[in-house]
Each structure stands twice: as structure tokens, then as C-alpha cells.
């Protein structure tokens, strides 16, 4: 008996110590359950993040000030750079200004200053080496006929120079210099401190001149009435350069009168001989022609990118540049892996040649890039003289790229006929490598086939013009244009080769006519058929 209630009395304290005990993962007495300890050790997953976009430098947003107003005056298009260690971009194209626009904003300082350039439809920075910097006038000053300083308060003939007027230093006095000024309509001389002369300047407020008389180019413009050399307004032998507009200061002495001339950020007074003058109704207004070499691209894919689209100096590099507005672009053959593709903008100062980022444009609505993402196109093709709507299966190579095979399959009378071809897509055109019985069979090596660049165009609503071709993005699109009477067409070859690289297809194409049948502008030569 006495046995029976110690077992029991056993297991009842047993009992009341396990009810008592801390739950499992619960902290008794300051320390942590094992359940605690095993949470601590999971570790979070982390969130995969999407490709970093670089953030757009101030100075190229909408509306930028530049806060220490430093500017600069290029001396030519000649030497300016994308990148410092880059080559020259060139010079101006057909159409374009002869000469440098002066006053760019600096936004960065250094021996080779950056700056903004606003070109058409593109913001952009620019290297410009300090060794084709125009030297220039950095503080007010009175430029002197004589070899000292002008005295204070002088109001008579010399040059008034203001910061931003372009000079070249001639000869060296002590703290003088003599420098020359001449642009369009003069060329004057004139002694000035050699510490009012430099590189970079900020700009006072532009001076307003308003002439009322008429000089002829080419007269002679002196210190005083009775005689010397300041300088002279220029004539040009081809008559590019018309009369020039003066202002009459008091009247005439001896034959000679004083006059103003003025510009932005200059003036300057001189004596004229009165004969000098031209009589109303037979004023010559002209300007000088614009000059440059256009661009000249051979089968030339063009590529639009939208407003705010952002350039850079490489695949995946820095910004350089933005697009303003809604424009197309010459760019080059091929997207790259990322989407990437190399766009040519043909600026005044030259060939300027960026990189965008298209991976998404090129797969927007009525695009190729549509058809792409939707597996398959209507192709309205000629079957042996029946037009007929084709519906052809697209598949890329990889997911995001842009190259991939296009391969249709139909039954004839029984009889089984299939065909594909290779494409290779760049926004405004897409090169075509075939056909072959799939595209699988294209991508064998040594698989013999023709290749075809096709410039890519809108057709109205639901299609592409596709070269020759029309390719529609569904079936009732590609139907309706069947039943209106609008006839099928197939390829014709372009080049034939049994083994090219589509990458160099541009370099291989030769063109017959101005303009060939996809209204490309071409050279000349024969088609290679």
C-alpha cells in the first residue's frame, strides 16, 4: 500500500514540474527557448534589385541655372570632345553654323572645361582642350590707340570692351598688351591691360545697339579726325559681307565723322571719311553661307527615341546627354545584350555618337518588338500569284534579346511546306537571314542563305512595312487588307551569301539608285543579284 502511494506521489510531482517548466521556445529565467535561438539564425531573403539607373547630372535637367555663371568662347567646332581621352567630334554638317556659338556655360572648370551645348533635339556635354579656347575680355575695359592706359573717364574713339568680347593678344608692353578684335564686320587694334585678358569670364549684361547709317565694308576707321589707324570694317571679295550699320556721334569736321559701332559685348568710336556713307535705298544686307559635310550613312537605320530619353558616353557608362524632344536618329545595325544601341546625331559641332538604352522602346506598342513579345506575326504574302494572310512564329534566342527565328508551317495539297528565316531587330529595321526550311536550320554553320535589310515603317493601323513586305499583328488586321484588295508580296534577294556575318551586311549591300524600294537613301551601284 505504503509502495503504491509513493509511485503515485512520484508521478504527481513529476506532473507538477513539467507544468511548471517554461514552454519550449519561450525564455525562462533571462535566456532565450530553442525555438528563439533557431528564428535567429534564419536569415532574410533579400530583394533582387533591377538594374541601377544612374542618376541624371543636374546641369542637363529642364530649367538648370548655372550658379557661377563662368562661361567660355570656343575658337572653332575643331577638337571638342564627348569624352577627354575621346576623338574630336569633328566639325559642323551641311546647314549648320560656320562658327563656334560663343558663351557656353562651364560646368565644370579645369584644363579642359566642360560644358552644356543645346543642339536641335539634344542636351549634351562637352570637352572642349583649353588650347582651342578663344581668349577673351574677363573685366570692362577702354582699349587705347597709344601704347599706355587709356585715362579714367575717356568717352573718345577706341574699343570698349565688355567680359565675353573675343580678342588675340598681337604684341606685349610691360602690363600692356595689343590685342586685335575682329569678327564679321571689323578688325581693330587697340593697347588694354594684359590682366583684363583670359579664358573663362562671367558674362555682364549684353549691350543694345541700334545704328542710324550705313557703312560700306572695307573703310578705314582712325583715332582721330586727322588721321591714324584704328582699324578698319571689313569687306569681302565675294560679297558675302553687306553695308554695316553705324550710329552718327556729333557732326561732321574736316570731311571726317565720328561713329559708333556695337555689338553684345563691344563698341567702338572712330572717324570715317564721309564718303564712306550710303544713301538710303541702296543698303546691301547679306550674310555669310553656311558650310559643313553632311552625313552619309549607306542603308541607314534610323531610330526613334522619345523625349527625355537619356545618352551616354558607352554601353552602361555615364550621362552625357538628353533627349528634349520626340526626334529620329541615325544609329547602328544591331542592338546590343542590356539594349543598348549606338545612336549618331549630326550636331554643328560634328558627328556627336552616344548610347541609349532601348530595351524598352523597342518592344512598345506597334513596334517589332510587339509582334516579338506576342510570339508571331500575319505576314500578307504571294503564294505563287494567291495572296494569302501567313501566320509565322517568332522566337528569340534568349529572353530580352534581339535576335531570334521567325518559321512558318502549312499543308498545300496535301503536301507539307514549311520555311524560316533568322532576325536579327534594331528598332528601325531588322535583318532578315534566309529563308531555310526553319530558322533552326539556318543557324547550322556553312548553312547556305541570303540576307536582307529591311527598313522598318508604319503601314496604319496594326501593321508594318517591312521593306516590301507588310507584316500585320493579328489575324483580322492581315484579313482585312486581303479582302480590300492589297496584294501579298514575298523577298527578293539582296545579297547572296552562303557564309556573312548579318553585322556587316550594311558594309556589303550595294544600291542601284537614289532611293530604292524601301525608300532608303543609297548610293549608287549595282543590286548584286
Request: hydrophobic share 35%; with cysteine.
Amino acid at each position: 500500500m505504503f509502495e503504491v502511494m509513493r509511485t503515485r506521489l512520484s508521478w504527481f510531482l513529476m506532473w507538477t514540474l513539467f507544468l511548471g517548466a517554461a514552454p519550449l521556445g519561450v525564455a525562462a529565467a533571462g535566456e532565450p527557448g530553442l525555438m528563439a535561438k533557431a528564428a535567429k539564425k534564419k536569415k532574410k531573403r533579400r530583394k533582387k534589385k533591377g538594374p541601377q539607373v544612374k542618376p541624371l547630372p543636374s546641369y542637363l535637367m529642364k530649367g538648370y541655372k548655372n550658379s557661377n555663371r563662368v562661361r567660355v568662347r570656343p575658337l572653332s567646332f575643331e577638337k571638342v570632345r564627348l569624352i577627354p581621352d575621346g576623338y574630336s567630334v569633328g566639325g559642323p554638317v551641311v546647314g549648320r553654323p560656320t562658327e563656334a556659338p560663343p558663351g557656353l556655360a562651364v560646368v565644370k572648370q579645369g584644363d579642359m572645361p566642360r560644358v552644356i551645348i543645346e543642339d536641335g533635339p539634344v542636351r549634351a556635354l562637352l570637352y572642349i582642350p583649353s588650347d582651342n579656347l578663344q581668349s577673351v575680355i574677363v573685366k570692362p575695359t577702354v582699349g587705347w590707340p597709344e601704347a599706355k592706359p587709356a585715362p579714367r573717364g575717356y568717352s573718345g574713339p577706341g574699343l570698349y570692351l565688355q567680359p565675353g568680347a573675343p580678342v588675340r593678344v598681337v604684341s606685349k608692353q610691360g602690363d600692356l598688351v595689343r590685342v586685335r578684335l575682329k569678327d564679321h564686320h571689323v578688325d581693330l587694334f587697340s593697347w588694354i591691360p594684359k590682366a583684363r585678358v583670359g579664358r573663362m569670364y562671367v558674362p555682364a549684361q549684353a549691350q543694345r545697339f541700334s545704328g542710324n547709317a550705313w557703312i560700306k565694308p572695307g573703310t578705314a576707321v582712325s583715332p582721330n579726325e586727322g588721321g591714324g589707324m584704328l582699324g578698319r570694317f571689313r569687306g569681302d571679295e565675294k560679297g558675302a559681307v553687306g553695308n554695316i550699320p553705324v550710329r552718327k556721334l556729333g557732326t561732321e569736321k574736316s570731311g571726317k565723322q565720328l561713329v559708333e559701332y556695337g555689338t553684345r559685348n563691344y563698341s567702338m568710336r572712330g572717324w570715317v571719311d564721309k564718303s564712306a556713307f550710303v544713301p538710303k535705298g541702296k543698303v546691301i544686307k547679306r550674310r555669310a553661307k553656311a558650310k559643313g559635310t553632311g552625313p552619309d550613312e549607306a542603308n541607314p537605320n534610323r531610330v526613334r527615341l522619345h523625349k527625355g530619353t537619356r545618352l551616354f558616353d558607352s554601353e552602361g557608362g555615364d550621362v552625357i546627354g538628353l533627349v528634349k524632344q520626340d526626334n529620329t536618329f541615325f544609329a547602328d545595325q544591331r542592338i546590343l545584350p542590356g539594349g543598348w544601341i549606338r545612336i549618331r546625331h549630326y550636331s554643328s559641332w560634328g558627328l556627336l555618337s552616344m548610347w541609349a538604352q532601348v530595351d524598352e522602346a523597342a518592344y512598345g506598342a506597334g513596334t517589332f518588338g510587339e509582334m516579338i513579345r506576342a510570339k508571331n506575326l500575319f505576314w500578307l504574302a504571294d503564294e505563287s500569284g494567291t495572296t494569302r494572310c501567313q501566320r509565322w512564329k517568332i522566337k528569340q534566342d534568349n529572353k530580352g534579346s534581339f535576335d531570334g527565328g521567325m518559321d512558318w508551317a502549312a499543308s498545300r495539297n496535301g503536301t507539307k511546306i514549311s520555311a524560316g528565316y533568322r532576325y536579327q531587330y534594331a528598332m528601325g529595321m531588322v535583318v532578315l537571314q534566309g529563308p531555310g526550311t526553319s530558322s533552326r536550320a539556318l543557324s547550322r554553320r556553312g548553312a547556305p542563305s541570303d540576307f536582307y535589310a529591311l527598313s522598318i515603317l508604319s503601314c496604319g493601323s496594326r501593321c508594318l512595312q517591312v521593306g516590301t513586305l507588310r507584316w500585320y499583328f493579328d489575324a483580322k488586321s492581315c484579313g482585312r487588307a486581303r479582302a480590300r484588295g492589297v496584294k501579298g508580296s514575298a523577298l527578293r534577294p539582296v545579297l547572296n551569301s552562303g557564309n556573312m556575318d548579318p553585322d556587316s551586311v550594311a558594309d556589303e549591300i550595294v544600291k542601284s539608285s537614289s532611293s530604292n524600294e524601301w525608300g532608303d537613301d543609297v548610293g549608287t551601284g549595282d543590286l548584286g543579284e
